[in-house]
């Protein structure tokens, strides 16, 4: 009987207290909340199987019936004597698919750099080739007949015959902090996304290059901590706003007479019309290549065509905008003419240009903006778009010759994207929502699905028994009279009688998007931990955010910060009104960029937001970087109030809630520099605060237990702070 009346009241209680508590060791110890996906995916050239890294094996398998067809590299069967470790961290297929690149012992350098041993397996012969053998390399990149390998060490510019063994030399000049050869500045890496400056023709017998002078560059210098009698000091070149930058030029290598040819340079000094090159691509023409270059303000690009067999250059397009043109790799070339990307009628639209000028033929011209250009197969565009709304993306194809409109391929709620098999007849859909982690499927070419890869049943049974709460999305207007979307997360047993504490997260950068009916990884496992314990969490995407169009996106233009700041005082205004959220235990947290805002919200926003959190913020924008600032603000020089006016470290005097200060000092990108000036500014106005530093640690700050350390920190200042049962600030 007692047992009886035991299991009744079990069955009694509210849901909410029959689900597991999540703690921060779920989450950045045993990482439970981690979705299952596919490593090392490559579609082969059949269209009708593909490669997969697999517990350090490469293996093949059939796209439509998932059956396992074959092992392309077993490390445990390759030959002993090249000095392989045995561990695959990446490979890359020949164009023939008879030889794979290896890399192993992969070091990080930058955010998109990294240095490695790389090996050539040929497939056929069962032979393992070690690249460089010497030492680790970076940027190894076999030539589309799989013959050669160029790579860069030391700054310096090298090819690896296959055939014979022979190693060339291309370049001389390379040196660290001065000259590089193949690779591109830490400026171009982290802001133009790419590391990598070397390109093969389509027959492999021509390499294009760029190199970068960065002599002129000024140093920045942070240090590391590492056990030793004094500290290691590192010292790069980092170009801070209007300061110089490094002078790049284009070259061609060709193999066949070992001559150079010296194509285009831009220059890095202030005065120098074109300023940038920002992207390189060859055509399918084996003697014509591609390069955009740019002024310093970004507001002008253009196009230009090499006809390195010739010795001619002209131009195939130049962009212009009242703001800023964005650099994408949305330019693919077919029989006619090339496929390109542009916001010129106020939305990301795609548009089909011919090789000889003449005005180009817009191919979408609907009111929303295309994400993500796939490619061009038969007659047909493939690509991603803010179609239905801009908190969720499908994935469509239209024909580039008619007038019909763009199909719908996939277009469940929430985000799809998708990666196309080479012939076009299958692609791989990958499906999330904010509140159903990812799913992974093979469809056909119409968009019918086939069969699954990945379906985290397991993902989702754990967020479901551990009570994880719905995202529900909302939009409001501003005071201003700007139509914002955003997310809400409430809790379980959330009585509307009763206040909560908000805590509001923000990025708010340039084309970010937070609001996105995507899965939303750790940070949301974090905001579902804090509504467990009582808060609600809330995410608005401000002015300035992406997928809107361009006046959306670019209307924070020379004043980063202002409009940004206004609409998240505005929107904690809007969400403290509601009858179950304490207006007085208001919270904002954002890291990076949304640590910029996070300190604007405290400072700005006194009377609203009782507590921050700001992650390696940018404190003042004159020391950031040239390429990323500049765009958005142009120079100090031009725009001192655009600066002065929305710097953080000029309003120190306003804070009255609680701040938490939070930087890593090895930040290469946003410099521990900013945390301490805006740190010395509140000093200087007698304003308590809470820091912590994370030495040796970048941009990301992790490593071993360091962000169970930093989010253990962050939870425990939120719940003293404006925490359930501390007292309305």
Do not use: C
């Not at 919200?601 to 500049?630: C, H, M, R, S």
């Amino acid at each position: 009987m007692r047992v009886l009346l035991l299991l009744l009241f079990v069955l009694s209680l509210p849901l909410a207290a029959q689900q597991k508590a999540i703690t921060l060791e779920d989450i950045w110890a045993t990482y439970t909340f981690n979705p299952d996906g596919v490593s090392g995916f490559n579609f082969l050239s059949d269209g009708r199987s593909y490669a997969e890294l697999d517990d350090n094996t490469i293996v093949t398998y059939d796209i439509a019936t998932g059956r396992r067809s074959g092992t392309l590299v077993d490390p445990a069967t390759l030959p002993t004597d090249s000095g392989f470790s045995g561990r695959i961290d990446d490979y890359t297929l020949s164009d023939d698919e008879e030889k794979i690149l290896l890399s192993s012992e992969t070091e990080q350098l930058f955010r998109r750099s990294s240095q490695s041993f790389y090996y050539v397996y040929d497939l056929d012969a069962r032979t393992l080739t070690p690249v460089y053998p010497e030492k680790k390399i970076r940027l190894a990149t076999l030539d589309p007949t799989g013959e050669r390998v160029a790579f860069v060490v030391d700054n310096d510019v090298y090819i690896r015959n296959l055939r014979d063994g022979r190693l060339t030399q291309v370049t001389q000049d390379g040196e660290t902090n001065a000259i590089i050869n193949g690779a591109t500045d830490w400026v171009y890496e982290e802001e133009f996304g790419f590391s990598k400056a070397l390109y093969w023709n389509t027959d492999g017998e021509r390499l294009a290059y760029l190199k970068f002078d960065e002599r002129a560059v000024p140093e920045f210098t942070y240090t590391n901590f590492r056990n030793g009698m004094y500290p290691e000091y590192v010292t790069f070149k980092y170009p801070k706003v209007g300061e110089q930058n490094s002078t790049v030029s284009l070259h061609v290598f060709d193999l066949d007479n070992g001559n150079t040819t010296d194509l285009l340079t831009v220059n890095g000094s202030a005065d120098d019309e074109w300023h940038y090159l920002p992207r390189v691509k060859w055509t399918n023409d084996d003697d014509e290549l591609t390069a955009q270059r740019m002024n310093r303000h970004q507001n002008k690009l253009e196009l230009l065509l090499f006809n390195v067999n010739r010795d001619e250059q002209r131009t195939l397009l130049t962009e212009e905008n009242s703001y800023y043109v964005d650099v994408t790799d949305d330019l693919t070339f077919v029989d006619d003419g090339f496929i390109w990307t542009s916001e010129q009628d106020g939305f990301n639209q795609i548009y089909h240009y011919d090789m000889d000028g003449g005005q180009p033929r817009q191919l979408t011209s609907a009111r929303y903006d295309v994400t993500d250009l796939y490619g061009v197969h038969d007659g047909r565009l493939f690509f991603q778009a803010a179609g239905r709304d801009p908190m969720q993306r499908e994935v469509y194809t239209k024909s580039l010759r008619g007038r019909d409109l763009p199909r719908p391929l996939a277009a469940e709620r929430g985000y799809n994207e998708a990666q196309f098999s080479s012939t076009y007849d299958y692609f791989v859909l990958t499906h999330s929502t904010i509140n159903q982690p990812a799913r992974v499927v093979v469809t056909d070419g119409s968009g019918t699905e086939i069969r699954e890869i990945v379906s985290n049943r397991n993902l989702s049974e754990k967020v479901n028994d551990y009570g994880y709460q719905p995202a529900e999305f909302f939009t409001f207007t501003t005071e201003e009279g700007t139509e914002l979307n955003g997310y809400l997360i409430k809790p379980a047993t959330l009585d509307p009688s009763r206040k909560h504490p908000l805590l509001m997260h923000v990025y708010g950068g340039p084309g970010s998007q937070q609001v996105l009916d995507n899965w939303r990884g750790q940070n949301m496992a974090w905001f579902q931990l804090l509504v467990q314990r009582g808060f609600v969490v809330a995410v608005v995407d401000n002015r300035g955010t992406g997928a809107r169009g361009q006046e959306m996106k670019k209307g924070t233009y020379l004043t980063l910060g202002k409009q940004e700041t206004e609409d998240q005082i505005s929107a904690a205004r809007y969400l403290g009104a509601k009858d179950y959220i304490d207006e007085d235990r208001i919270g904002i947290f954002g890291w990076s960029y949304g640590g910029f805002m996070a300190l604007h919200g405290i400072l700005q926003g006194n009377d609203v937001f009782a507590a921050a959190i700001a992650v390696a913020p940018v404190t003042n924008w004159k020391w950031y970087d040239t390429i990323y600032t500049e765009r958005y603000m142009r120079t100090y020089a031009e725009n001192p109030a655009g600066y002065d006016d929305n710097s953080p470290i000029n309003y120190a005097d306003r804070l009255k809630g609680d701040l938490l200060l939070v930087h890593g000092m090895g930040d290469d990108n946003v410099h521990f520099q900013h945390t301490a000036e805006m740190a010395n500014a509140l000093i200087m106005h007698n304003k308590q605060f809470d820091t912590y530093f994370y030495p040796n640690r970048n941009h990301g700050i992790y490593g071993g237990p360091t962000r169970l350390h930093l989010y253990t920190k962050m939870t425990d200042f939120l719940m003293k702070s404006i925490g359930p049962g501390t007292d309305s600030k």
